[in-house]
């Protein structure tokens, strides 16, 4: 089997389960050798700010020589971004060997009626090949809500981390924060350590308490009072932490554009401070080291200066509302104009009032996804702001109408213009290869 039939395999497979539940997972984990019992991880969940979060952690692990391994979902570059150790995404021959090693595995339980889905499978992939080039720490990403997904059923962690909680996956989640918070929470495990990130919607706070005291885990609350900004611009932020026991105060710079982006920096930062509380050795210049070198594309990434091109994957409202402020702070003197598509099983009429108005003009496009919500109908529902709108079916005659755009905005008025990127995270990833291919 090469990597594209193992691709093709994986793509295959049920995206969602017929039911929910863990036993499916922990049966095909426990078939395969356990390979979880091997590793130790660090359990990230939330709606918001996982990807950046689980980015700045294992950076600075990195830099302090573990051998780290990092699990995210979805993927924006490429399939295999989904699974890293120490910055390298797996080899492609190594992925092909671990899925024909499983595969006979999967068919046996599928024989016995027990079907394991596409997220399932590369979970089992990405812990197989963890333990077997024995990483010290995994820095772990949920798929979907936590009490339930697949990755819950790992056992206890270094640390669990709840991060942005706003409403999304309403349908399988809940209609409510608090009720999402709660299955959030299901990867709290008994006798750990917690720790929230503090700038929550109401009631959240309660439950994540709640469920730390139930479990016996000491709950660290990320406070965004031991962030303070004192300098940004396109290319990141440079800010101060501050200690809540000691009150010593270090400075740090994220490559990362947004008052949201600090209070991630902060609950890494505080989660960091957990691990050194429990006997994990990380010194205060891997911290400064590794968070300027965190990378995560799709997050407010600058692509282009001339004009300003800004690519993110905001796609719910938690995620449009906190890029709009990036967007009002930075590009405040430009002229903007928006290249946008979602997936229809948003919250797309909530998410975008955050961002449409800011613009001069949209040119949406369809995301290739089977849940895309089509250019002309999410066109429908931008034209309601009584913004310029146009819908476009290829990615690339969008952009080059965004650019034609914008570079006429400027020409006609002699203002800066920003062509801005944001939707489903499928949509930057494609959009993504477009610009960076047309820049050459």
Not at 100 to 113: F, H, R, S, T, W
Not at 171 to 198: Q, R, S
């Amino acid at each position: 089997m090469n990597y594209e039939e193992a691709v093709r395999y994986i793509e295959s497979l049920l995206v969602f389960g017929s039911r929910p539940g863990l036993e499916r997972i922990r049966e095909l984990i426990e078939r395969i050798g356990s390979p979880d019992r091997r590793l130790k991880f660090i359990h990230v969940a939330g709606t918001n700010g996982k990807g950046s979060v689980c980015a700045m952690l294992s950076s600075v692990l990195r830099e302090q020589g573990y051998r780290t391994g990092l699990f995210i979902s979805p993927y924006v570059l490429e399939f295999r971004e989904r699974f890293q150790i120490n910055g390298e995404m797996i080899p492609h021959e190594t992925l092909a060997q671990i899925v024909e090693q499983l595969i006979p595995v999967v068919q046996a339980m599928k024989d016995e009626g027990k079907i394991i889905t596409e997220f399932e499978f590369v979970l089992a992939v990405a812990l197989t090949w963890y333990a077997q080039e024995q990483c010290d720490i995994v820095v772990l990403e949920t798929g979907m809500g936590g009490r339930f997904d697949a990755t819950n059923i790992i056992t206890t962690p270094l640390a669990s981390v709840i991060m942005s909680i706003s409403l999304d996956h309403t349908a399988i989640l809940g209609d409510t924060c608090e009720k999402i918070a709660f299955e959030k929470c299901g990867i709290i495990k008994p006798d750990g350590h917690t720790v929230v990130y503090g700038d929550q919607p109401e009631g959240v706070l309660e439950v994540v308490r709640a469920a730390a005291s139930e479990r016996r885990n000491t709950l660290t609350i990320a406070s965004p009072d031991c962030v303070e900004k004192r300098h940004t611009d396109l290319h990141g932020s440079d800010f101060t932490f501050r200690d809540p026991d000691t009150s010593i105060t270090q400075e740090y710079h994220i490559p990362f554009l947004g008052d949201y982006q600090l209070n991630n920096a902060a609950a890494a930062l505080f989660t960091l401070r957990t691990l050194r509380q429990n006997g994990l050795v990380i010194s205060e210049e891997a911290i400064r080291s590794g968070l300027a070198k965190a990378f995560f594309p799709a997050r407010s990434e600058l692509l282009g200066e001339a004009p300003v091109i800004l690519l993110d994957g905001a796609h719910n409202p938690g995620g449009t509302k906190a890029f709009s402020a990036v967007v009002k702070e930075h590009l405040a003197h430009y002229h903007k104009v928006a290249v946008c598509g979602m997936l229809a099983d948003k919250d797309v009429r909530q998410a975008l009032r955050y961002l449409i108005p800011l613009f001069d003009s949209v040119m949406t496009v369809s995301p290739q996804n089977p849940r895309a919500m089509s250019s002309e109908e999410l066109a429908s529902i931008v034209s309601e702001y009584h913004v310029p709108t146009e819908a476009f079916q290829d990615y690339s005659a969008a952009y080059e109408n965004a650019l034609q755009e914008a570079r006429k905005l400027t020409a006609e008025t002699g203002k800066p213009s920003a062509i801005v990127v944001f939707g489903s995270l499928y949509l930057a990833s494609d959009m993504r290869k477009v610009i960076l291919t047309a820049k050459g």
